[in-house]
Nanobody, 121 residues
C-alpha cells in the first residue's frame, strides 16, 4: 500500500482545511486508516482513526471529522475551527489491525509522506 497525503497549507485560526490521503494497492477497505500529526519539538500523536470504529483524540473532538471512500481508496480529515496548536505535519497511515489500531503507531505498516498544516493566530 502506498499513501499520498495532500491538502495542507496555511490558514488563520478558526478556519478550515480538508486533508486527503489517496491509497494505492489492494484491500484498502480492510485497513484501519489513521491520521497522525507531529508538531515542532513534540512527539507524534494520533488524531483519528476510521475502521470498524471512528475515534478521535480529545483535543480535536467536535472539530475534526475523519471519513473514507473505499471506492476511491481515499481517506479524508476535515478540520474545522482550527487553532494554532493544531499546527503540525499531518500523516496518514494504514494498519492491518482492523478495529484495534488506535493509539498504537507500531500497528501502522504504511505511512504517507506528510502534509504541513500551519494555523496562524
Amino acid at each position: 500500500v502506498q499513501l499520498q497525503a495532500s491538502g495542507g497549507g496555511l490558514v488563520q485560526a478558526g478556519g478550515s482545511l480538508r486533508l486527503s490521503c489517496a491509497a494505492s494497492g489492494r484491500s484498502f477497505s480492510a485497513y484501519d486508516m489513521g491520521w497522525f500529526r507531529q508538531a515542532p519539538g513534540k512527539g507524534r500523536e494520533q488524531v483519528a482513526v476510521i475502521g470498524r470504529r471512528i475515534r478521535y483524540v480529545d483535543s480535536v473532538k467536535g472539530r475534526f471529522t475523519i471519513s473514507r471512500d473505499n471506492a476511491e481508496n481515499t481517506v479524508y480529515l476535515q478540520m474545522n475551527s482550527l487553532k494554532p496548536e493544531d499546527t503540525a505535519v499531518y500523516y496518514c497511515a494504514a494498519s492491518p489491525y482492523y478495529g484495534s489500531s488506535y493509539g498504537d503507531a507500531w500497528k501502522y505498516d504504511y505511512w504517507g509522506q506528510g502534509t504541513l498544516v500551519t494555523v496562524s493566530s
